[in-house]
């Protein structure tokens, strides 16, 4: 779907549940919608996203970058999306329960679906604040136990939200919810093992979704197959 933005909000209609082209789900303010005026509210286009939980409990990796695409490969996780407000923080959640952090892994993903889920899609250009890193500091703040009463995970978690952004903020737009995926959950893997000494590894990104993605950024995308490639060159 080619998706169109706006300064002011549409009052538009969602017809995608039950994937019926007749039947209306709801009625909405959107500032996003198809060039040909069709519109997937949130909650449509995150159905499924409770998948995480099969998907997160079964792998005992402790690379969130592998957990993440195996989480991008399934049915529910679209090219762009808001869905990605929960499976990036779902990815290094897994990784850090199986490299020793104690949690409570099935809680702890209840509580980030129900927080992520709150993030609307958009945030990144509309808010400033990508929710992909906003996932980054859900998750530390899980970990952590963070309340708005903490001292040093309140920190933590607002420091982890920061970092991402500022990571996400230098490359620019237009929005990409796969590069700021990975560029959030790289972020994550440095601060965990700076702030925390927990050890989850990560691996070379080379991205493979640059086909779906009308707004690529071809050469200026840091996980572009061309300059992953130019980076091992002899």
Known sequence: MNACFAKRHWSILCRMN?????????????????????YVCDECHSKGVETILSICLAPTSINPVMILESLMDAPFCHMHGP???????ASPLTAYANSGGE???WDAF??????????????????????????????????????????????????MTSRALAAIGEIGGPRCCKRDSYISIREVVSFVSEKIGSQMKSSEVICDHSSQNNQWLGGRCPFSRSITAELFLP
């Open 18 to 38: 039950g994937w019926s082209a007749r039947a209306v789900h709801k009625k909405a303010m959107s500032k996003t919608r198809c060039v040909n005026g069709h």
């Open 83 to 89: 869905e990605h407000h929960a499976l990036v923080g």
């Open 103 to 105: 949690i409570n892994l």
């Open 110 to 159: 209840l509580e980030l679906l129900s927080r992520g889920n709150q993030v609307p899609g958009g945030a990144c250009g509309f808010w400033g604040a990508c929710g992909t890193a906003i996932s980054t500091g859900m998750f530390m703040s899980i970990i952590t136990g963070s309340t708005p009463l903490a001292e040093k995970a309140f920190g933590l978690a607002n420091q």
